[in-house]
């Protein structure tokens, strides 16, 4: 069974960063897609970033410029660098890998979520 541990969030003021880490059990990372998804309060979940197993990324527009992902496959860790984030990035964000990497996700292994708060 393939677990997923996701750390990093926090509280931040605008214009801060945060670096979240998604951790695997195994090294699923390195074979399969993996995604970074976030639901805010009353919304739906929605597709952040992705990093294809062969190493190619993609964004939502709404971050694109502020956020990167990156994976280290030595320590089967997905990464999201998030920086001059603003209120609007306030969700629960969720790794998932192996899922069908639709806008709102579905299948594959999720990760427990990891809160980000970007208040002043």
């Known amino acids: 069974q393939v677990q997923l541990v996701e750390s990093g969030g926090g509280l931040v003021q605008p214009g801060g960063s945060l670096r979240l880490s998604c951790a695997a059990s195994g090294s ?3 074979f399969y897609a993996t995604a970074w998804y976030r639901q805010a309060p009353g919304k739906q979940r929605e597709l952040v970033a992705v ?3 062969g190493g190619s990324t993609n964004y939502a527009d ?3 410029g502020r956020f990167t992902i990156s994976r280290d496959n030595a ?11 603003k209120p609007e990035d306030t969700a629960v964000y969720y790794c998932n890998v192996a899922g069908d990497m639709s806008p709102r996700g ?3 292994y999720w990760g427990q979520g990891t809160q980000v708060t970007v208040s002043s």
């Open 106 to 108: 579905r299948n594959g």
């Open 51 to 53: 990093i294809m197993s």
């Open 28 to 30: 699923i990372v390195r």
């Open 62 to 64: 709404s971050v694109k």
């Open 75 to 85: 320590k089967n860790t997905v990464y999201l660098q998030m920086n001059n984030l």
